[in-house]
């Protein structure tokens, strides 16, 4: 079965500080991964995905597939890094994800 | 261009009744994806359609069922309406392609009493 692991409900760090939202994952397969971002009265919507390798909002995440792992990183937190963010997987296309419970970013001043 | 739109915004029904929701995705969009947002569960896939077919298909009971017409407009419905049933309802679109980019509508929020 698929399952998607956030293990941190709440993380605060100030501004400035390095930020790592953790997330596991089990999947038999090569999965797709994702980090999707909710702000405050916005809709859900993607951050970044591990094919595409990228840097978004100063964001990387690396799929570690050893130790089934996608931490989301930023080396400098900004205020408006304030969100809840999601860890997703899909199988057989983008369409069908399986989220993470998510975690609250609060990026304290 | 207008993004992913989801009507009602809010609904309130009782046990035993049945609900429709509707999606209109993104012009260009042919698929559309539905999830259910609970406290409890978060978010779960609750199916896919593609060119007006079902493509993929979560976990849940046949109470919940949807279609699509051929201008990619959703809808959802849910019979036999149960209080756990109660739930944010999102809504997502793509061109339809792997590893696509979801465009996520506000959802509709649903109170079953």
């Known amino acids: 079965a698929q399952r998607v692991t956030q293990p941190e409900k709440l993380l605060s760090v100030f501004k400035g500080a390095p930020v790592e939202l953790k997330c596991n994952y089990s999947?038999?397969?090569?999965?797709?991964l994702f980090w999707y971002v909710q702000y405050s009265r916005q809709r859900l919507q993607l951050l970044l995905r591990h094919i595409s390798r990228e840097s978004i909002k100063g964001f990387t995440a690396d799929l570690n597939k050893g130790e089934t792992s996608f931490h989301l990183k930023k080396p400098f937190a900004q205020e408006e890094d304030s969100a809840m963010y999601y860890c997703?997987?899909?199988?057989?296309?983008?369409?069908?994800?399986?989220f993470g419970q998510g975690t609250r970013l609060t990026i304290n001043p | 261009k207008a993004g992913v739109t989801q009507t009602p915004r809010y609904l309130i029904k009782t046990r035993g009744q049945q609900v429709t929701l509707s999606c209109s995705p993104i012009?260009?969009?042919?698929?559309v994806s539905w999830y259910q947002q609970t406290p409890g569960q978060g978010l779960q896939f609750l199916f896919e359609?593609?060119?007006?077919?079902?493509?993929n298909k979560g976990n849940f009971p046949g109470r919940f069922s949807g279609r699509q017409f051929s201008n990619s407009r959703s809808e959802m419905n849910v019979s036999t309406l149960e209080l756990g049933d109660s739930a944010l309802y999102l809504c997502?679109?793509?061109f339809g392609g792997g590893e696509e980019k979801l465009f996520f509508g506000s959802g509709t929020q649903l109170s079953v009493l």
């Open positions: 999947y038999s397969g090569s999965p797709e």
């Open positions: 997502a679109s793509s």
């Open positions: 012009s260009g969009h042919r698929s």
């Open positions: 359609y593609f060119s007006e077919t079902q493509r």
């Open positions: 997703a997987l899909s199988r057989g296309g983008a369409q069908k994800l399986v």
